[in-house]
């Protein structure tokens, strides 16, 4: 008799916290499936890391400084001999100014393509407003390396590759997986 009221017991338990346990166990499932994304986005960074293409070219844009200096050191330090393209907008960017900074950061896409670049890194420092349309202009051209100055010295933290500005946002991907 006592076993059939454990029994019961843990039934009962399980049928009142069923809400409770279907929704521990999706969070832990879908926790597991953005984790293997985040790692797979993680791999596919590292490998277009390391590729380089045979002709790139460094885009240097400061807005509000000049990080020319800091990038040809990098450069340097790096032995990464290439041609290194620059706008530099020494004072405070109005927003009414931000379609010339678009126009000249068009010409120094221009400019590399001119020069046959096959590759692009791209260091910025300026507005995020003018960092979107940087983005969206070297989109579908070459592989775009966008480095972050971090601790003295810069980092590549992005990568925009004609295969990846295609590929579906990393959170459409995570919810087409969800769905199945």
């Not at 879908?30 to 985040?38: E, R, T």
């Not at 960074?45 to 509000?64: D, H, M, Q, W, Y």
């Not at 290194?84 to 000249?104: G, H, I, K």
């Amino acid at each position: 008799m006592r076993k059939v009221e454990t029994i019961g017991s843990i039934i009962e338990y399980v049928l009142d916290n069923i809400w409770d346990i279907f929704s521990f166990l999706f969070i832990v499932w879908a926790g597991s499936k953005l984790l293997v994304v985040k790692i797979n986005h993680k791999k596919k960074l590292e490998s277009f890391a390391k590729k380089t293409g045979n002709r790139p070219v460094a885009i240097v844009i400061g807005i509000g400084r000049d990080p020319v200096a800091a990038v040809e050191t990098f450069l340097q330090q790096n032995n990464c001999n290439i041609p290194v393209l620059n706008w530099v907008y020494d004072s405070y960017l109005e927003t009414r100014d931000y379609p010339l900074a678009m126009q000249e950061i068009n010409k120094l896409r221009k400019r590399a393509s001119g020069l046959g670049a096959t590759e692009a890194l791209v260091f910025f420092a300026g507005p995020v407003e003018i960092a979107t349309f940087v983005g969206t202009s070297f989109a579908n051209w070459v592989p775009v390396k966008v480095y972050k100055y971090e601790n003295g010295t810069y980092k590549m933290t992005l990568v925009l590759d004609t295969e990846l500005a295609k590929a579906e946002k990393l959170s459409d991907a995570f919810a087409n997986k969800l769905l199945g």
